[in-house]
């Protein structure tokens, strides 16, 4: 099993920044992909952003040149760093990881972009 737990998230102005963080713990594989997924109300999960153990990197268009995305492997950690925030990227944002054998949710931390 693998335990992700985040944190981060909160309430931010348009035009704000917030650092989103994530760390996982249990059955870690040293290959797999650590990213993060929004969900607004009424809407589906979406990506935002996704890196592999290799340091490869993949944005959404949504945030691309906003967002920035990046990991410790030695503290299983990945970081979210979003800049220039929107109202539409009012969200709950998702800590995933994927390996080879399963793939796991963090619980979630709410983001609200408002003034």
């Known amino acids: 099993q693998v335990q992700l737990v985040e944190s981060g998230g909160g309430l931010v102005q348009p035009g704000g920044s917030l650092r989103l963080s994530c760390v996982a713990s249990?059955?870690?594989?040293?290959?797999?992909?650590m990213g993060w997924y929004r969900q607004a109300p009424g809407k589906q999960r979406e990506l935002v952003a996704t890196?592999?153990?290799?340091?490869?990197?993949n944005y959404a268009d949504s945030v691309k040149g906003r967002c920035t995305i990046s990991r410790d492997n030695a503290k299983n950690t990945v970081l979210l760093q979003m800049n220039s925030l929107k109202p539409e990227d009012t969200a709950v944002y998702y800590c995933?990881?994927?390996?080879?054998?399963?793939?796991?949710w963090g619980q979630g931390t709410q983001v609200t972009v408002s003034s």
């Open positions: 890196i592999t153990s290799g340091k490869i990197i």
């Open positions: 995933n990881l994927a390996h080879s054998h399963g793939v796991y």
């Open positions: 249990g059955s870690i594989f040293s290959i797999n992909v």
